[in-house]
């Protein structure tokens, strides 16, 4: 199994502002309930309330979900990282989609009732503040950021 984690705050010797974060390996769909436990924990454990971590665990879900559909062709590791950086989640997908060219994200629209495929970037688009797509030499980078709302993090 290559669901691989590193949770906790940064030990280094440079100060950073990240606060917390989730590395993973994933490399099959299977791991998503993993990915997914550990995901809310992470939100709890910030403050965060069950709706606005829910909405997270949403667009992240999808995000990987898309990768997970690119790897079936590449048979590769989909590199997660997702960081609690002062009041926000930064979360990154890496994949390596070599087919991807861009997408003009400014019209995006939800499929329709009966298409199978084709909500995945709406929904990120729609949950998170901000959502990238990049074209990398080896694959696709996907990182999407969301301000959370002022709640205290547990001890």
């Not at 949770?7 to 994933?26: N, Y």
């Not at 709302?149 to 001890?155: F, I, L, M, P, S």
């Given at each position: ?35 997914r436990r550990r995901l809310r ?60 060219k861009g997408v003009c994200l ?38 999407m950021v969301k301000k959370l ?7």
């Open positions: 199994m290559a669901l691989h984690a590193v949770t906790g705050p940064q030990h280094s010797s440079t100060p950073s502002a990240v606060r917390r974060e989730l590395r993973l390996l994933v490399d099959r769909p299977a791991q998503l309930a993993g990915f924990k992470m939100l709890d454990d910030r403050g965060l309330h069950e709706h606005e971590r829910e909405i997270v665990v949403l667009a992240c879900s999808e995000a990987l979900n898309n990768a997970l559909q690119a790897g079936d062709v590449y048979e590769c590791d989909i590199e997660v990282v997702v960081s609690l950086v002062s009041d926000y989640v930064c979360v990154e997908v890496r994949d390596a989609d070599q087919r991807f400014d019209v995006i629209e939800a499929a329709g009732p009966t298409e199978e495929h084709g909500r995945g970037l709406y929904l990120m688009q729609t949950l998170m503040q901000s959502l990238e797509l990049v074209p990398r030499s080896r694959g696709t980078l996907v990182r709302e002022a709640h205290e993090e547990k001890d």
